[in-house]
């Protein structure tokens, strides 16, 4: 069983995410491209820029990406009709093989619909595309009415059963989740009043590979732009900008990011584009590219070489921290790299002072050197043979920490917080170590034994900081470099764990609940995977408030599930973090795959988290589960960290998906000049797992 489930009735309803997977040589690639600008509806203004939009992509996926001309289908007006899109998506899926890539690109009208099936979240309503001619009455049937979110959901599972591989662009208002209005260049109708043959049916579902792009939130219009002298969508005359400056290897989130700097920092512009899915794979092809966690440039200041990036103490970013310019792996390398320093932390963004080199608005950074706002950890290096055999090892060792952001090497364990000790322990006929008697803590050592270096608490009985802090030598290099990286990784649990803002805690309240083995239950019930993915029925029992857990007593195998109230007079972000005992962070909620608004809970608003995610206890030690909640949206990948590790040769098989996509994710917290005094808050609770 993984440690975070996901429950049934949220993978049938969720409509994007990515599955990661090499690329086949001999896959290729189509599109569908759509767009209608010709409305004859009263009510319904004809729009000026979706021709423009799709001849764009078009020439971009032909001449940039390589996709030929003959794999590209478009839809125009007179043939987008209701039956006219239905159709195109069945012959896409009929010529689509196994593994190819797919892009679908809308740029028109929506709308939205009574959801009459009960399909959609929190009783909202569906999401439409409005066809040509529909509502003009001069067409009969189903072509005189929109085109559901639910129907194009059913007409992609053809897709989904041949490739994982999918784009899904829809450049309109209410875009989110599937509309332009009645002003000029404004991509969004009113609501038909009229009810929709197809409200009440209830359509396929499946969970859905593939990213899906939506250019506004729902309840934002999406708007057109004149640029080149020509009239286009604004979103996607920024998609395209940053998809052509995409370099090899970027990937879609990267590019997504960048999209979604250019089109916000617009002046007059209330638009925010929206990503579901995980798009942390290159775009058109490529093998697996391990996800960063890059940041956005959102202005440059060229007068004083000072810029702003999109991330500040809730996102991890500290004084002093240094970021570089993104590059792939592809990419001629730029000799010295351009590099920022940042001078100023603020909630949701920092200031930096420009190193080296130059940048643009929407250029993406990574953390180079992380600068750690508390006092240096103290580590002093002993051993049982530091002035013979391991002496060379000792010396390896304190240089290796001396150069380690956040630590300090000392003279000795009377002031040191944590010992590196090398030690060659003599192993048992059970499988542990050898002691010279029941009073000493570290086992005895043979200078015929293999070394190992253990990380000991001096002033805990020697207790050691975790069973993968105990790390073989037998090739140092790749022990020594285990033993930093696992250090790093201590250091950036720490700091999350003293992460808060100043000022009164966030007014949201964490009520946790045990979730029950129950088979029988029929009644407020959650359904999660099991060992073998199949669904089971789980009760739920009476919660507590998340601060009580530490008086709880839990083991191994025990499940929690969440629910999060708002009590504030204004919508708060919420996000639950898991700092489990080996060093993981994991975010509980959202899923990664949910759009930065899944994150919103709006003032009085109860939402119960326990119908799409819970956390299973399945490591003895130490658990932390911490909330944070914001006034603004935040990229919840950032906090999130491996853990520790163990040497590779040790480790007795490869690095699963989800190791590899959280290998090098975290960024670590820091202190914090606040814009305001509740932009943001924390609250967090410990609690033992027993064995």
Not at 131 to 143: N, V
Not at 626 to 631: D, E, G, Q, R, Y
Request: proline share 6%; net charge negative.
């Amino acid at each position: 069983m993984q440690r975070f489930l996901v429950s049934a009735t949220v993978l049938a309803c969720t409509a994007s995410w990515v599955a990661i997977a090499a690329v086949p040589a001999a896959a290729a690639s189509h599109a569908l491209l759509i767009g209608i600008q010709q409305y004859s509806a009263p009510g319904i203004p004809s729009l000026e820029g979706p021709a423009n939009d799709i001849a764009l992509v078009r020439e971009l996926l032909e001449t940039r990406f390589q996709v030929p001309g003959e794999n590209i289908a478009t839809l125009a007006d007179s043939q987008a009709t209701h039956t006219g899109i239905e159709k195109a998506f069945a012959s896409l899926a009929a010529r689509v093989m196994p593994e190819d890539f797919v892009y679908i690109h809308y740029s028109g009208h929506g709308s939205e619909a009574q959801d009459e099936n009960g399909d959609e979240e929190h009783g909202g309503l569906d999401q439409t595309w409005v066809s040509h001619g529909a509502r003009a009455k001069r067409l009969e049937g189903i072509d005189d009415h929109d085109v559901l979110d639910d129907e194009i959901n059913e007409w992609l599972i053809p897709l989904y059963d041949k490739t994982d591989r999918i784009v899904f662009v829809s450049d309109s208002c209410h875009s989110q989740s599937v509309s332009r209005g009645e002003l000029r260049g404004v991509r969004a109708v009113l609501m038909d009043p009229r009810e929709h043959p197809l409200a009440s049916r209830r359509f396929k579902t499946a969970a859905a590979p593939g990213a899906r792009i939506g250019s506004a939130r729902d309840i934002e219009t999406a708007i057109e732009t004149f640029k080149g002298g020509k009239i286009y969508g604004l979103f996607t005359w920024y998609w395209v900008e940053a998809l052509n400056q995409a370099r090899p290897g970027e990937t879609w989130d990267e590019v997504f990011k960048r999209t979604y700097t250019l089109v916000t920092t617009q002046r007059g512009v209330h638009q925010r584009p929206q990503m579901e899915g995980r798009a942390n794979w290159p775009v058109f092809g490529g093998d697996f590219v391990a996800v960063q966690p890059t940041v956005a440039v959102t202005k440059v200041h060229e007068a004083t070489r000072t810029l702003t990036i999109a991330a500040g103490a809730v996102n991890g970013a500290t004084v002093k921290s240094i970021y570089r310019l993104l590059q792939t792996a592809d990419a001629t390398p730029i000799e010295p790299p351009a590099t920022i320093e940042l001078t100023e932390v603020r909630a949701f963004s920092s200031l930096g002072s420009i190193k080296q080199g130059r940048f643009k608005v929407g250029d993406v950074v990574v953390e180079a050197e992380h600068a750690y706002p508390f006092q240096p950890i103290k580590v002093a290096v002993e051993g049982d043979y530091a002035t013979g055999a391991d002496r060379n090892l000792v010396l390896r060792i304190e240089n290796a920490v001396k150069a380690l952001k956040g630590f300090e090497l000392v003279g000795g364990r009377s002031d040191a917080d944590w010992v590196a000790y090398v030690l060659r322990p003599v192993p048992n006929a059970k499988g542990g170590f050898v002691k010279a008697s029941t009073a000493h803590t570290l086992p005895s050592s043979s200078p015929a034994n293999e070394p190992q270096v253990w990380v000991i608490s001096p002033k805990d009985r020697e207790r050691l900081l975790h069973e993968k802090m105990r790390i073989p030598l037998e090739e140092p290099d790749q022990g020594i470099k285990t033993l930093t990286d696992n250090l790093s990784t201590f250091a950036r649990v720490q700091e999350l764990k003293q992460l808060s803002a100043k000022g009164a805690p966030p007014l949201v309240t964490v009520a946790a609940f045990r979730l029950v083995r129950a088979p029988g239950c029929d009644k407020d019930c959650v359904q999660l995977p099991d060992e073998q993915g199949e669904q089971q029925r789980y009760r739920k029992e009476p919660g507590r408030q998340l601060t009580d857990l530490s008086s709880e007593s839990f083991k191994s195998g025990d499940i929690l599930g969440f629910a999060v109230k708002n009590e504030d007079t204004d919508p708060r972000y919420v996000y639950l973090l898991n700092i489990g005992p080996n060093a993981e962070v994991n975010v509980i909620f959202p899923a990664p795959y949910r759009a930065r608004e899944h994150a919103r809970v709006e003032p009085g608003e109860s939402r119960d988290l326990s119908q799409e995610t819970a956390l299973l206890l399945d490591t003895q030690g130490t658990e932390m589960v911490k909330l944070v909640a914001t006034s603004e949206p935040i990229d919840a990948r950032l906090f999130e960290l491996a853990g520790y590790r163990e040497v590779p040769a040790h480790r007795g098989g490869t690095l699963n998906p989800l190791e590899r996509l959280l290998k090098t994710a975290m960024h670590a917290r820091g202190q914090v000049v606040l814009s305001t005094a509740r932009s943001w808050g924390t609250a967090q609770v410990e609690f033992p797992v027993a064995d």
